[in-house]
């Protein structure tokens, strides 16, 4: 075959991938069917459900009242006003929402297809990067999951050595802006794998196909370290108001890290991993969050001395090593709530998206090996919450924090448990998606089936 007749074999079989990519997408509907909640106009009451503030005991037959999005007051008797909406939710039990430590909700669809994954950008140094922008308000992801009763998590983006800020939504709303509670939480690293051969490791599919590298481990550090310099250098000019400045949004964007104000959060599992990252932050003075965690009980008093917490990325994992105990995972949050580090439960390694609704169960399991329930509800509601910087505003059921909860037939701990209604804001939040539609038409199809017969 000449080189003209292959090009123009090339260009028709480009054609024709593209045509057939298009009538593909073209038939997807990506966007959800369930409307966002509208303002809360009047106050509401829950009256005769057990409410577990979390902050403090549950309360029997408590009641709790919120209004304009925000909770007025809580306890056994609570006064209301005339105009409020009366909800009797005896024998049920009302909780704040549960709050996924990191996912990427609302960044990522479908893996398969290009159009629908937004985790991440080309390069390898992206702190200027923001996942709020990014968040798919329609994503099919988001009804699934607050029908388990997760209506808080935090976004993140992937792919790069530094791969840009991280911000903690709720899983309600028309835009990105309805949703989001805090549009910077975190900015997302993810750390050396010491001893290999490759530079930078990370659980993330994103990473692996976007990773660009070469190198050693020491070089990579380097990296980072001569970004913190830059940054400061950055600063110094940019105060000094100097006609020849010119702007540089990476640089600007890592202010705050440098600074200490906003936190690194540092994907890092094995010891070594751990223990490079809590020296380089406090080499650089920075905040540090530890994502996964896995040898986190080796070095607890390393990370007590220098209030480093833990965000444990996942209960259901495999043990890291041949020797470690089937439930080495398993044990990990009791192992280190007794050795006094700062923790919450995340179920980010089973799933970044779609399974991030499974959240309660990976608490649940931590129960099983010897977390107390109420510290396994704190370890997916509070914790969280006090983590990432937003405890003044959700993870208990307190007087002046969001309207941000569900009533639920039992505990989220309990697998058997029903999510009946929710609020997120003192907005009433719709509770179907799409796998219970799916559910309905399967049914639907058996009683035909059976009809027919």
Known sequence: MNQTRRLAFNAKRSLAIFSLAFCFLSNVNWAHDEIPGDDQKNPIVLINGTVHPISSSAIENGMILFHKGKIVAVGKKVKFPKNAKVIDVKGKHVFPSLFEAHSQIGLIEIGAVRSTDDRSEIGLINPNVKA???????????????????????????????????????????????????????????????????PFTSTSPTFRRGRRGGGSNGDSIQILRKLFDDTRAYKKALVSGSASFKHDLRLEAMIPVADGQLPMMVEANDLQQIQSAVAFASEQKAKLIILGGYDAPLCAQLLKKHDVPVILSAVYRMPRRRNDDYDAAYTLPVRLQKLGVKYCISGTDRSETWNARILPDHAGTAVAYGLEKDEALKAITLYPAQILGVDKQVGSLDVGKDATLFVSTASPLNIANQVEVAFVQGRHVELNDRHKRLYKKYQEKYRQKAVAK
Do not use: F, H
Request: hydrophobic share 45%; net charge negative.
């Open 132 to 198: 709020q922008v990014a968040v798919n308000p329609d994503s099919e992801v988001i009804p699934v999951t607050r029908s388990n009763g997760v209506l808080l998590a935090l976004t993140a983006p992937s792919g790069s050595i530094v791969s840009g800020k991280s911000a903690v939504i709720q899983l309600d709303g028309w835009t990105y802006e309805d949703m989001t509670v805090k549009g910077v939480a975190a900015m997302n690293v993810v750390w050396p794998s010491v001893g290999s051969a490759i």
